[in-house]
Every structure is written in structure tokens, then in C-alpha cells.
């Protein structure tokens, strides 16, 4: 008997290796042959420890399972949730980056290739670098680390810089509250993110790549390792890349504790062992990047997106979206939600359907009152705008952002000023310390709300142009946009900061 | 002055790190692994090492949250401070854990079984209020599971 039992972050939070551990001494008590395998995570959070048992039908799902159910389980008398593959959950997304997350046992190469994997590989190998480069332009692949710059554009720049040695620099920071995308995809399909590394390499001609990941993740970061190992005793990395004669090898960096340091020319002054104060720009890192040399920066969704754009072609991946958001978006569905995970579909669904429709509403069961999407810097967006369709330019429109794609839903007891006070807090300890507005501002800003809040209206006015003098000021988006979550707040909940709603239209 | 225990320990770990590009962070991950912090006397060894002055790795250490100048406690909770751990009751875990380590944010027990640090986003954002006991994630965090964190760790 097969069982899989995932080993993601999430799942062993709420108690995966007591049940993969019950699960083995149950089975040896009863003479069971079970071969238990530690999965990634299929996304459905509230489901974990989601069990599955192989059948001749397909797999057969079991959540959340506690230890106390795995006598049941073992005996087939624990009820199930039916075929894993055919939950509304699973149905309803089109899965492209995240296709094997949570089927495939993360660490087996076999595995992985008999999903798929190293399909892409090999048909880049088989293409010149230009070839390549354009391809991910076609596709119209986004950064996804927060930007959305376009990907191709950025290789190409790579490409054309001559240098003697460049590099593919994967930004596993993932900082952002609400988002565990790259965690998810390191921790439940590592292979895909080192197969998007090599391609990048090939396509702008880069031999060695890092993956600077945050210290925060030590499961994704044991995770990793072990896949790096695997990929080079394979032939998947190294002086010879699967036979094309091609150099490529890559290393795993731990960050810091450093939210800044996920900013891209923050994280280079990182890698090279510096302080992570942010750079000015231009220089390009594409042309003066780590060590001073021609680098890729990318996201992991980004690179790890590379390969199922060259295994089923760009114009599958540009069929998918909404605009010039092409493609498909994880979407990252946290907070206050009745059903949180990992939802992968083409951009354009409307904010209001992912909450209510796919999230369920809150799990407190109250109204919901605000969704802050993408991240610390993103705004939070009130009912009023729920129908904005899930794209850059839109989110753009409505003084949003979609960021790395995290949902954070807040139901009717959240106090906005607490989480606008929340926001310039952040921004006061994360600040690198560079521009004034930003070091000094969001302290003045936290003292300023809690002004407002001790009833003093005309501070309202000051925290409005703090809020400007940070926009204009900033060097970077950490200071420049912690004014988006503020003023949104501000805006759609006057009443929160002791205004009455009139005022503040 | 390092001692030569210190000095020797140093040694394995910078010959460990030859080769590497950047290698300071990597460097004093294994120090704070080795040590559990960041000895004072460890920095003119790397330095030295390195070629960059004392004030240059100073102002790394510095930089950074996770490096620490002083030991912790024998075990280290950490409690996520951030937005979406906030939407399902965070703040509320943070004030329990105060009161019943009798500690601030960094604080350390008195009996020195447990420090406790914010950490913002572990990247259990769907099954939050998360934590961190030394490298063990744990999700939905409530009063009754915090106290019993807690007490495994001998607060
Ligand atoms: C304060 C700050 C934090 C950031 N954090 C991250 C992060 O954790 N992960 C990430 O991929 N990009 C982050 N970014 C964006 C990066 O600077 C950069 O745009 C990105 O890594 C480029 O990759 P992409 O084009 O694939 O998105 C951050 C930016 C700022 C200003
Ligand atoms: S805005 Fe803040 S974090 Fe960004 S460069 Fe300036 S000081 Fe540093
Ligand atoms: S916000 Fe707490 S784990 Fe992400």
C-alpha cells in the first residue's frame, strides 16, 4: 500500500510527522506493507495533514488527519474526501508551475522525469541561447517576485552583456506576509526551480547560479540542498549539463533575517557578504550585478515557471491570462479565510470570486472586511473593489498591487489603524537604513497614528503628507510603498481612525 | 584575544568556506551554528581572513536580525508578527507569550530556557497564528498550544 503524507512546511505545522510516524508503527503492528512517501503539499492547507492512499482509481484523500484517525485510516473505516484530483479545489485551477507539487516525491528524479521534468531542459539544449531568451518572451512571463518585469526582456539584456563569467541569482526571499509560493514549490518540486536555473544559464550563457533563500524556511532550505545533490551526482548540473557539453552548477545561500534584503540589488550586497543596503540604479544588476558582473535576478515562481514554457511551448502559457498578464498566477490565499492554500489559475479572475467563491468567506465566519494583496506594501483593498480582476495593470488601476500574489483577508474586528501603524512599524525595522523618508519617516509615521488615534484629527493631514514625502523620497518600494497599505486604510476606513466617513472622501 | 579552542574552531570553519564567493554570511551562519552567537573575539579572526577590516564585518553582523552578539536561551521561540497571522489572532499568542515568559520581545527567561523573538512571515500564512520552536514550525497556534510549547521548552 502506497500513502503519501507531505512533508511541506505547512502540513508538518499542524502535525504531518505524527501521522507519517503513526501511520509506520500502525502498519508494523498489523503487518501492513505500507511504503509511506513524504509529498509536497497540494495546496489545500486547511485540509493538512492531507493523507492520501494509492488505489487502482486514483488517489484517495484523507484531511485533516490527526494521529487519533490512523487505526481508522489503516482499516479503511476513516471516511474520505473521494479522489484527490477530483476535489472542486483541485478541478477549478489550471496547473502549470505548480503541475507536480504535491503528485511527486520532491527528492526522486525519476519521479520527477516521469512527470514531465527535464522535458524542457533538454528541448532548450537543443536551442541556441537567443532561441531560448525568446521563447520565455513570447511566453510574456511577468517577474513574479513582485515587479512583474517582463523576464525575457531581462535575459536578453543578459545575453547581450559580455562578461567572463555570469550568473543566475534566484530570489528565494520570500518575505511578503500571506505568500509561501517559493516555499511550497521548493519544499514539493525543488527539481523544477533547478531545471528553470539551467535553462536561465543556457539562455544567457551564466554558468553559476545561487538561490539566496530566506533562514526563515529551514525546511526548504534542507530541501534544496538535498535536490542540488541529487541534480549534480546526476548530471543535471555540472561541467556537462545532461551531455550538452554546457557548464552549469549552482549553490544554496542562507539570508539573514533581512525583509529588505529580498530586493534585488539589497540581496546582491547580501550575497557578496555586505551589509543589505540597497543600490542605486542604474547599474542594472542584468549588467553590473553580483560581483560586479552581468546577473539574472528572477523570482522562484519566475524561473520555476521556465520549464513548462519550454516543455508545452510559449503560445500554451500566452493562451492563458488577461491582458498583458499572460499566463497563469499562484495565488496564495491566507488570514482570516475558510479555505487557505495555493490556487493556480490563469490571471483575470475577480478579486470578490477568489474570496468569497474560492476562500469561502472568513473562517470567523464574520464579513469581511479588507484584503491586503501582495504583501506589506500592498494595499488593502475593501468590498468595493472586488470585482478588479486578478492583473497587474488592474490591481495598478484600483492603487493596488498583486505583488509575489498573496491574499490576506481580514474579517469585520480588524482595527485598520492598528494595521496601518502595523505597516510603518514594519518599515521602521526593515528599512536599510539609506533614505531619510524611509528611516525616519515610518518612525514619525507610527507616532503620527498614534496621534489619530488618541483623537487628534489634525494629524491626519501629516500623516497624509508623510505619507507623500515617503512616495517621493524613497530609493526603493520598501519605503515608497509603505504609504499604499496606510493611505488605503485611511480611505476606506475613515471611521478607523476616528473620522467620519464624509471627511475623508 | 580568541582563545585557542576559539582560534582552532575558527580555523575549520573559514578553511570550510575557502573557495566560496561571498563568503561572509555563510561564515558567520557556522560561527552563530558552532557558538550559538557571534563572539566578539571571532571578528579580527575573520577579518584577517578575509582581508576587510573589523569594522566592515561588524557592520554585518549588525545588520542582520538573526546574528546575535550574546548567547540565547537554551531554546528559541519564535512568534509571527505579521499581517496575515494578525487576521487570525496573532497580536493575542504575542501578549500571551509576555505574560507568561515574563519577557519582552528578544527577552530571555530567567531560568535561560527560552528567548523569544518576532519573526515576520514563516510562510504558514494559511494556518496561522504560526511559531517557530529552534527550527520546528507549528501552525494555529492557540492559547492552549502556546502554553504547552512553552512548557516543552522549560519556561
Ligand atoms: C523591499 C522589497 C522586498 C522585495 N522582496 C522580494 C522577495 O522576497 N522576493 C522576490 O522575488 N522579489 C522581491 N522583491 C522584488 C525584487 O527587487 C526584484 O524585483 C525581483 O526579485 C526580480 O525578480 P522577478 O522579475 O522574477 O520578479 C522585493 C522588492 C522590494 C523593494
Ligand atoms: S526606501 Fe528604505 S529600504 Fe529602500 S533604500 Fe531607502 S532606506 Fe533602504
Ligand atoms: S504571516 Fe505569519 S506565517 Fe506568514
Given at each position: 500500500?502506497?500513502?503519501?503524507?507531505?512533508?511541506?512546511?505547512?502540513?508538518?505545522?499542524?502535525?504531518?510527522?505524527?501521522?507519517?510516524?503513526?501511520?509506520?508503527s500502525e502498519a508494523a503492528t498489523r503487518g501492513l506493507d505500507v511504503e509511506i512517501i513524504r509529498n509536497g503539499?497540494?495546496?489545500?492547507?486547511?485540509?493538512?495533514?492531507?493523507?492520501?492512499?494509492?488505489?487502482?482509481?486514483?488517489?484517495?484523500?484523507?484531511?485533516?488527519?490527526?494521529?487519533?484517525?490512523?487505526?481508522?485510516?489503516?482499516?479503511?473505516?476513516?471516511?474520505?474526501?473521494?479522489?484527490?484530483?477530483?476535489?472542486?479545489?483541485?478541478?477549478?485551477?489550471?496547473?502549470?508551475?505548480?503541475?507536480?507539487?504535491?503528485?511527486?516525491?520532491?527528492?526522486?528524479?525519476?519521479?520527477?522525469?516521469?512527470?514531465?521534468?527535464?522535458?524542457?531542459?533538454?528541448?532548450?539544449?537543443?536551442?541556441?541561447?537567443?532561441?531560448?531568451?525568446?521563447?520565455?518572451?513570447?511566453?510574456?512571463?511577468?517577474?513574479?517576485?513582485?515587479?512583474?518585469?517582463?523576464?525575457?526582456?531581462?535575459?536578453?539584456?543578459?545575453?547581450?552583456?559580455?562578461?567572463?563569467?555570469?550568473?543566475?541569482?534566484?530570489?528565494?526571499?520570500?518575505?511578503?506576509?500571506?505568500?509561501?509560493?517559493?516555499?511550497?514549490?521548493?519544499?514539493?518540486?525543488?527539481?523544477?526551480?533547478?531545471?528553470?536555473?539551467?535553462?536561465?544559464?543556457?539562455?544567457?550563457?551564466?554558468?553559476?547560479?545561487?538561490?539566496?533563500?530566506?533562514?526563515?524556511?529551514?525546511?526548504?532550505?534542507?530541501?534544496?540542498?538535498?535536490?542540488?545533490?541529487?541534480?549534480?551526482?546526476?548530471?543535471?548540473?555540472?561541467?556537462?549539463?545532461?551531455?550538452?557539453?554546457?557548464?552549469?552548477?549552482?549553490?544554496?545561500?542562507?539570508?539573514?533575517?533581512?525583509?529588505?534584503?529580498?530586493?534585488?540589488?539589497?540581496?546582491?550586497?547580501?550575497?557578496?557578504?555586505?551589509?543589505?543596503?540597497?543600490?542605486?540604479?542604474?547599474?542594472?544588476?542584468?549588467?553590473?550585478?553580483?560581483?560586479?558582473?552581468?546577473?539574472?535576478?528572477?523570482?522562484?515562481?519566475?524561473?520555476?515557471?521556465?520549464?513548462?514554457?519550454?516543455?508545452?511551448?510559449?503560445?500554451?502559457?500566452?493562451?492563458?491570462?488577461?491582458?498583458?498578464?499572460?499566463?497563469?498566477?499562484?495565488?496564495?490565499?491566507?488570514?482570516?479565510?475558510?479555505?487557505?492554500?495555493?490556487?493556480?489559475?490563469?490571471?483575470?479572475?475577480?478579486?470578490?470570486?477568489?474570496?468569497?467563491?474560492?476562500?469561502?468567506?472568513?473562517?470567523?465566519?464574520?464579513?469581511?472586511?479588507?484584503?491586503?494583496?501582495?504583501?506589506?506594501?500592498?494595499?488593502?483593498?475593501?468590498?468595493?473593489?472586488?470585482?478588479?480582476?486578478?492583473?497587474?495593470?488592474?490591481?495598478?488601476?484600483?492603487?493596488?498591487?498583486?505583488?509575489?500574489?498573496?491574499?490576506?483577508?481580514?474579517?469585520?474586528?480588524?482595527?485598520?489603524?492598528?494595521?496601518?501603524?502595523?505597516?510603518?512599524?514594519?518599515?521602521?525595522?526593515?528599512?536599510?537604513?539609506?533614505?531619510?523618508?524611509?528611516?525616519?519617516?515610518?518612525?514619525?509615521?507610527?507616532?503620527?497614528?498614534?496621534?489619530?488615534?488618541?483623537?487628534?484629527?489634525?494629524?491626519?493631514?501629516?500623516?497624509?503628507?508623510?505619507?507623500?514625502?515617503?512616495?517621493?523620497?524613497?530609493?526603493?518600494?520598501?519605503?515608497?510603498?509603505?504609504?499604499?497599505?496606510?493611505?488605503?486604510?485611511?480611505?476606506?476606513?475613515?471611521?478607523?481612525?476616528?473620522?467620519?466617513?464624509?471627511?475623508?472622501? | 584575544?580568541?582563545?585557542?579552542?576559539?582560534?582552532?574552531?575558527?580555523?575549520?570553519?573559514?578553511?570550510?568556506?575557502?573557495?566560496?564567493?561571498?563568503?561572509?554570511?555563510?561564515?558567520?551562519?557556522?560561527?552563530?551554528?558552532?557558538?550559538?552567537?557571534?563572539?566578539?573575539?571571532?571578528?579580527?579572526?575573520?577579518?584577517?581572513?578575509?582581508?576587510?577590516?573589523?569594522?566592515?564585518?561588524?557592520?554585518?553582523?549588525?545588520?542582520?536580525?538573526?546574528?546575535?552578539?550574546?548567547?540565547?536561551?537554551?531554546?528559541?521561540?519564535?512568534?509571527?508578527?505579521?499581517?496575515?497571522?494578525?487576521?487570525?489572532?496573532?497580536?493575542?499568542?504575542?501578549?500571551?507569550?509576555?505574560?507568561?515568559?515574563?519577557?519582552?520581545?528578544?527577552?530571555?527567561?530567567?531560568?535561560?530556557?527560552?528567548?523569544?523573538?518576532?519573526?515576520?512571515?514563516?510562510?504558514?500564512?494559511?494556518?496561522?497564528?504560526?511559531?517557530?520552536?529552534?527550527?520546528?514550525?507549528?501552525?494555529?497556534?492557540?492559547?492552549?498550544?502556546?502554553?504547552?510549547?512553552?512548557?516543552?521548552?522549560?519556561?
Amino acid at each position: 500500500m502506497k500513502i503519501y503524507v507531505p512533508l511541506d512546511s505547512a502540513a508538518k505545522a499542524l502535525g504531518a510527522c505524527d501521522v507519517a510516524a503513526t501511520i509506520r508503527s500502525e502498519a508494523a503492528t498489523r503487518g501492513l506493507d505500507v511504503e509511506i512517501i513524504r509529498n509536497g503539499t497540494r495546496g489545500m492547507i486547511w485540509l493538512e495533514p492531507l493523507v492520501e492512499v494509492e488505489t487502482p482509481e486514483g488517489r484517495v484523500g484523507y484531511g485533516a488527519v490527526d494521529v487519533a484517525d490512523v487505526p481508522a485510516l489503516l482499516d479503511g473505516k476513516l471516511a474520505s474526501l473521494g479522489l484527490v484530483d477530483d476535489l472542486d479545489w483541485m478541478k477549478g485551477q489550471t496547473r502549470l508551475t505548480f503541475q507536480r507539487c504535491g503528485v511527486i516525491d520532491p527528492l526522486s528524479l525519476s519521479d520527477y522525469e516521469a512527470h514531465g521534468g527535464l522535458a524542457g531542459l533538454r528541448r532548450a539544449i537543443a536551442m541556441t541561447a537567443a532561441e531560448v531568451v525568446d521563447e520565455v518572451t513570447t511566453s510574456g512571463l511577468r517577474g513574479r517576485g513582485g515587479a512583474g518585469f517582463p523576464t525575457g526582456i531581462k535575459w536578453n539584456t543578459v545575453l547581450g552583456a559580455k562578461a567572463d563569467q555570469k550568473y543566475i541569482v534566484c530570489n528565494a526571499d520570500e518575505g511578503d506576509s500571506g505568500t509561501f509560493a517559493d516555499r511550497m514549490i521548493m519544499e514539493g518540486d525543488p527539481f523544477t526551480l533547478i531545471e528553470g536555473m539551467v535553462i536561465a544559464g543556457l539562455a544567457v550563457e551564466a554558468t553559476r547560479g545561487y538561490v539566496y533563500l530566506r533562514s526563515e524556511y529551514p525546511d526548504a532550505i534542507d530541501v534544496m540542498e538535498e535536490a542540488v545533490r541529487i541534480a549534480r551526482a546526476a548530471g543535471v548540473l555540472g561541467a556537462d549539463v545532461l551531455g550538452s557539453g554546457r557548464a552549469f552548477d549552482m549553490e544554496i545561500r542562507v539570508g539573514a533575517g533581512a525583509y529588505v534584503c529580498g530586493e534585488e540589488t539589497s540581496l546582491l550586497n547580501s550575497l557578496e557578504g555586505k551589509r543589505g543596503v540597497v543600490r542605486a540604479k542604474p547599474p542594472l544588476p542584468a549588467l553590473e550585478g553580483f560581483l560586479g558582473k552581468p546577473t539574472v535576478v528572477n523570482n522562484v515562481i519566475s524561473l520555476a515557471t521556465v520549464p513548462v514554457i519550454l516543455e508545452k511551448g510559449a503560445q500554451h502559457y500566452a493562451e492563458f491570462g488577461l491582458g498583458r498578464s499572460k499566463g497563469t498566477i499562484p495565488i496564495q490565499i491566507a488570514g482570516n479565510v475558510k479555505f487557505g492554500g495555493l490556487y493556480e489559475t490563469a490571471f483575470g479572475m475577480p478579486l470578490g470570486d477568489l474570496v468569497d467563491k474560492v476562500a469561502g468567506g472568513t473562517l470567523s465566519g464574520r464579513p469581511v472586511k479588507a484584503v491586503q494583496v501582495g504583501g506589506p506594501l500592498g494595499a488593502y483593498m475593501p468590498r468595493e473593489k472586488f470585482d478588479t480582476p486578478f492583473g497587474y495593470e488592474e490591481f495598478d488601476g484600483q492603487g493596488g498591487l498583486i505583488g509575489h500574489a498573496g491574499l490576506v483577508v481580514f474579517d469585520d474586528s480588524a482595527d485598520m489603524r492598528g494595521m496601518a501603524r502595523f505597516a510603518m512599524e514594519f518599515c521602521a525595522v526593515e528599512s536599510c537604513g539609506k533614505c531619510t523618508p524611509c528611516r525616519i519617516g515610518a518612525v514619525r509615521g507610527v507616532e503620527t497614528i498614534d496621534r489619530i488615534g488618541q483623537g487628534d484629527g489634525a494629524a491626519v493631514a501629516l500623516l497624509e503628507d508623510l505619507c507623500e514625502t515617503m512616495k517621493d523620497g524613497s530609493l526603493c518600494a520598501l519605503g515608497g510603498f509603505t504609504p499604499y497599505p496606510v493611505l488605503s486604510a485611511l480611505r476606506a476606513f475613515p471611521e478607523d481612525f476616528n473620522m467620519v466617513r464624509e471627511a475623508a472622501e | 584575544m580568541a582563545d585557542t579552542q576559539t582560534t582552532q574552531t575558527m580555523q575549520h570553519i573559514l578553511a570550510r568556506h575557502k573557495g566560496q564567493e561571498g563568503p561572509l554570511l555563510p561564515i558567520l551562519h557556522s560561527v552563530q551554528a558552532e557558538f550559538g552567537f557571534i563572539p566578539g573575539d571571532v571578528v579580527q579572526i575573520i577579518a584577517d581572513d578575509l582581508n576587510i577590516t573589523r569594522a566592515e564585518v561588524h557592520g554585518v553582523i549588525t545588520f542582520y536580525h538573526d546574528f546575535r552578539d550574546a548567547p540565547a536561551g537554551k531554546h528559541i521561540v519564535k512568534i509571527c508578527r505579521a499581517e496575515a497571522c494578525q487576521a487570525v489572532g496573532g497580536n493575542a499568542i504575542s501578549e500571551r507569550a509576555f505574560e507568561k515568559l515574563g519577557v519582552g520581545w528578544h527577552g530571555t527567561t530567567t531560568n535561560g530556557a527560552v528567548t523569544l523573538e518576532p519573526v515576520y512571515c514563516l510562510g504558514l500564512c494559511a494556518c496561522g497564528p504560526a511559531a517557530m520552536v529552534d527550527n520546528k514550525v507549528v501552525g494555529r497556534v492557540d492559547a492552549d498550544k502556546l502554553d504547552r510549547l512553552l512548557q516543552e521548552a522549560g519556561a
